[in-house]
């Protein structure tokens, strides 16, 4: 079984500062590593994912992750943050093995960004 | 570009009612997931769906919830008799065979009173 720990809840952040949401997981067996944005009343929209390869991944409106196996973390960032980053930001994970690739999701942090 | 498409985006019933949700994936994709996310809580797997039969489904998945693609397009989600906390956002994703991304509607907000 697998888990996800996204340990910050709410991150305020001021308008073109830098950002980190944190997120660690848990698992016996290998996973891909994904992160999730929900913009008010809309529904779940790739940020990007980790499969395999470099661990420094880049993904949509200037957001990157680094996977690190060792802490076992997935910890998203952004260099400079606008007012439309304001959302909530899902952190999950599956199972490598093919037929188990149900999501497992954090329990989110909520953007929000302060003119 | 493509999308999942979920109806209705609002639902109210009674308690003891069935609803059906319905859930348009994209067109050629193999793999389809309810999600729900109760307010204010995690989105959690409710079940998966391939080849015209259930793969994967969670506890929450009772004798209560059933699933179907009864045509080439659509794929439901079914509560025969609704409770107080079956109350929240339903999601419907798709995934090509070949990639492991999910694509997510925009969810059916279910209320139950």
């Known amino acids: 079984a697998q888990s996800v720990t996204q340990l910050d809840s709410q991150v305020p952040v001021f308008e073109e500062a830098p950002v980190e949401l944190r997120c660690n997981y848990s698992s016996s067996v290998s996973v891909y590593l994904f992160w999730y944005v929900q913009y008010p009343n809309q529904g779940l929209q790739l940020l990007l994912k980790?499969?395999?390869?470099?661990?420094l991944v880049k993904g949509i409106n200037g957001f990157e992750a680094e996977f690190n196996k060792s802490q076992t973390s997935f910890h998203l960032r952004k260099p400079s943050v606008h007012i439309s980053d304001t959302a909530e930001y899902f952190c999950?994970?599956?199972?490598?093995?093919?037929?188990?690739?149900?999501?497992?999701f954090g329990t989110g942090t909520r953007l929000t960004i302060i003119p | 570009e493509p999308e999942v498409t979920q109806t209705p985006s609002h639902q109210v019933t009674q308690m003891g009612q069935e609803v059906i949700l319905r859930c348009v994936p994209i067109s050629n994709h193999l793999y389809f997931y309810w999600y729900r996310q109760i307010l204010g809580q995690k989105v959690e797997f409710l079940v998966s769906f391939y080849n015209n039969e259930i793969s994967e489904k969670s506890e929450i998945f009772d004798d209560q919830f059933s699933v179907e693609r009864p045509d080439g397009s659509n794929f439901t989600l079914k509560i025969r008799s609704t409770k107080l906390e079956d109350s929240a956002m339903y999601f419907c994703?798709?995934?090509?065979?070949?990639?492991?991304?999910?694509?997510f509607g925009p969810g059916t907000r279910l209320t139950v009173t």
């Open positions: 999950a994970v599956t199972d490598t093995n093919f037929g188990n690739e149900k999501l497992t």
């Open positions: 994703a798709s995934r090509k065979g070949s990639s492991n991304e999910q694509y």
């Open positions: 980790y499969l395999s390869g470099s661990t």
